[in-house]
DNA sequence: AAATTCCCTTGATTTTAATCAATGACTGAT
DNA sequence: ATCAGTCATTGATTAAAATCAAGGGAATTT
């Protein structure tokens, strides 16, 4: 149980066999079914969730009622609505499974015994964040400074499995598009090439 | 010398004034002036700058020699090209100073030390890498899920003092938009209200 | 003080993406 | 096996932003 997570853990900062035991009684499992949510808009967040296995989106629900997904995470990667989660404030956004998921939740509670407790979780978190930071930046650039196409073709390189996996309608709602409009992109992209 | 720094860091970790100390002699100040770069892209990112005085911004330029502003930091933010500066690769962002400006510079070898001797800095980076990310996220949500004046009044509401302090053509170029388009919104926004 | 550069605005036109609408393929549930 | 729901594509039209162009202030330099 739990190996993903670990070996996420490790590859970023390597722990002892007895530093592992200790954070592992602060984790919980959960399994989600597709479609079920985690969190939902106006909820305290009271998880730090790793998806173990299956996918989970995180979105707002903008004035014409349409998802905005703001996030994707696959296996290995770390998905909540941090600013709810360390402040208690509701949140803003929504997180449900795209696909039948395995998560591993870190609670509020644990959270900051861990900090507390282990040093290495802090660096752990650190580290963690700061990937996080750097990606979001870089997304954020794509999106101010290249043409659509461009953008859809980094995406395919960065994250080929999230463009394989999800439907397409999600993949638009993430970059800010129609999905007729992707479907043109892609279109273009692909009779281009 | 550093006050606005030590007043930052103390309100996110408390440090004695031994701390305080040994910590300074990892610092050093820069002046800039207007116009001035502190980082080229290509160039390896040396330093973390956290802003005593006066206000910079990080830009990429896009395919047709346009410059497309990615972050401001006024007193009291930090700019750096994270990536670069973590990683030893070359920068992708440019930085350079908008008003003269008055920088308490941190550089890698000093960050590495001080992780490695002062538990409180480590806390200290987290904590301000957090409130980055979480900014950020908003920034990125509110692009993909509002309507471009709603973007605008947000930033006025968040950031009042950017929208103040800079020529509004970097506004626009912050936002994505040309500086003609920017111009039409504000004309849109003040006359409705 | 004059000249130059920078900055913002406004108008006309073109380009781009959103919207509206319809269709066919595939999926899953009963 | 059928029916409902989901999903992607394509076409026609509308809406929004970019581009092209020009002008007028304000600030800075000489």
Redesign the pocket.
Known sequence: MYELFFQAFNEKVPLTSEEQETIKTFLTPKKLRKKQYLLQEGDICKYIAFVEKGALKSYVIDD?G?ERITQFALEGWTISDLYSFLTGEPATYHIDAIEDAELVLISKAAHEELLQKVPKYETYIRLQITGAYIALQRRLTSIISL??EERYKNLIALYPSIVQRV????IASYM????????????RVSGKK
Chains 1, 2 share one sequence.
């Not at 439907?167 to 999600?170: F, I, R, Y």
């Not at 800010?176 to 279109?187: A, F, H």
């Open positions: 014409a349409t043409p659509i439907p397409q309608h999600m800010g598009l129609t999905p007729e409009t992707l479907s043109r992109v892609r279109g």
